[in-house]
């Protein structure tokens, strides 16, 4: 697994979109749906976590759950 050095976050407030890419550098990626409007973007080959994207992200942060937890294994 690559370094992090760096997170971007990106919040689109008209379509309530939160995207957030790991790593300087824009990579190639699949989305596979970790939680209900939760999709996690990975390495097609490595399956390296390289972002997330939360759709509904008002709704998922502020709805009618008290707590949303997701995990994700990281390696040092």
Not at 1 to 14: C, P
Not at 26 to 39: C, L, P, T
Not at 42 to 58: A, H, N, S, Y
């Amino acid at each position: 697994m690559d370094t992090i050095d760096q997170i971007t976050l990106s919040y689109d407030q008209e379509d309530d979109i939160l995207e957030v890419a790991l790593g300087s550098r824009a990579r190639e990626a699949i989305s596979v749906e970790q939680d209900d409007e939760v999709f996690l973007r990975l390495d097609p080959d490595t399956r390296e976590l390289v972002g997330l994207t939360v759709l509904g992200f008002k709704q998922y942060i502020l709805g009618s759950e008290p707590v949303h937890t997701f995990s994700v294994q990281a390696s040092a």
